[in-house]
C-alpha cells in the first residue's frame, strides 16, 4: 500500500524557518518524481515545487510565491522527501502535502497519491 | 505561466444526477491535464490523469475527455460521496497549475 506520511509543520513567525518531511512506503521511491502543494484556509490548491529522480539529475521546479526561499530535496536511502522553507511569510500559512508524481505521455503528473497534510501557521 | 479556468465554481445537483465540469487552459496543453476530488478536511485524490485516463480504482462513472485548451469532467448517477470539490491541473509545463475548483453541492 502506498502511505506519504508528512511532518513537520506548525507554528512559525514571520520571517523564521520550518523544515517539512514526507516519509514515503509502499512503492520504489526512487523511481518518482515528487511534489509538494499546498492549501490556505478555505482556499483552492498550489502546487510549490518538485524534485525530479536521480536518472533526471535530482533537479526541481518551483512556483514564482517561492522561488528563491523553499528548497525541495530528497533522501532515496531513507524514502524520504524534504521541504525547506526560510523566510516565511504570513501567506505561506497552509497545509502542506507531499504527492508522488507518476508518469503519462513522456510528463509526469502530480497526484496519484497524496499525503494527510501538516498544518504551517506563519503568525507573530 | 498557463492559467487554468474551471466552470462554473459551484453548483448543486440532485442523488442520482449526472453533472459536468469544465476546465479551460489560457494556452494548448495537449492532453496534460489531471482531475481531482477532495472532500472536506481530506487530502485531494487522483480521479484522471492524461485528460480521459482513469487512475485505478475509480469508478467508471467519472470520465474525463478534451484537449488542447477545452477539457470535461463528467460525473455519472451522484451519489452522496461524490459530493466534493473537483480540480483540474496541467502538467504541460512549470509552473503546474490548478483551477480555481468547482464545489458540488447537494440540492
Known amino acids: 500500500e502506498v502511505q506519504l506520511v508528512e511532518s513537520g509543520g506548525g507554528l512559525v513567525q514571520p520571517g523564521g524557518s520550518l523544515r517539512l518531511s514526507c516519509a514515503a512506503s509502499?512503492?520504489?521511491?526512487?523511481?518518482?518524481?515528487m511534489d509538494w502543494v499546498r492549501q490556505a484556509p478555505g482556499k483552492g490548491l498550489e502546487w510549490v515545487g518538485r524534485?525530479?529522480?536521480?536518472?533526471?539529475?535530482?533537479?526541481?521546479e518551483y512556483a514564482a510565491s517561492v522561488k528563491g526561499r523553499f528548497t525541495v530535496s530528497r533522501d532515496d536511502s531513507n524514502n524520504s522527501l524534504h521541504l525547506q522553507m526560510n523566510s516565511l511569510k504570513i501567506e505561506d500559512t497552509a497545509v502542506y502535502y507531499c504527492?508522488?508524481?507518476?508518469?503519462?505521455?513522456?510528463?509526469?503528473?502530480?497526484?496519484?497519491?497524496w499525503g494527510q497534510g501538516t498544518l504551517v501557521t506563519v503568525s507573530s | 505561466d498557463i492559467q487554468m479556468t474551471q466552470s462554473p465554481s459551484s453548483l448543486s445537483a440532485s442523488v442520482g444526477d449526472r453533472i459536468t465540469i469544465t476546465c479551460r487552459a489560457s494556452?494548448?496543453?495537449?492532453?496534460?491535464l489531471a482531475w481531482f476530488q477532495q472532500r472536506p478536511g481530506k487530502a485531494p485524490k487522483s480521479l484522471i490523469y492524461?485528460?480521459?485516463s482513469l487512475q485505478s480504482g475509480v469508478p467508471s462513472k467519472f470520465s474525463g475527455s478534451g484537449s488542447g485548451t477545452d477539457f470535461t469532467l463528467t460525473i455519472n448517477n451522484l451519489q452522496p460521496e461524490d459530493f466534493a470539490t473537483y480540480y483540474c491541473?496541467?502538467?504541460?509545463?512549470?509552473?503546474?497549475?490548478f483551477g480555481g475548483g468547482t464545489k458540488v453541492e447537494i440540492k
Open positions: 491541473q496541467h502538467y504541460k509545463s512549470y509552473p503546474l497549475t
Open positions: 504527492a508522488r508524481g507518476d508518469s503519462s505521455g513522456g510528463s509526469w503528473y502530480s497526484g496519484a497519491y
Open positions: 494556452q494548448g496543453i495537449g492532453n496534460y
Open positions: 509502499g512503492f520504489t521511491f526512487s523511481d518518482h518524481y
Open positions: 492524461g485528460a480521459s
Open positions: 524534485i525530479r529522480r536521480k536518472a533526471n539529475g535530482y533537479t526541481t
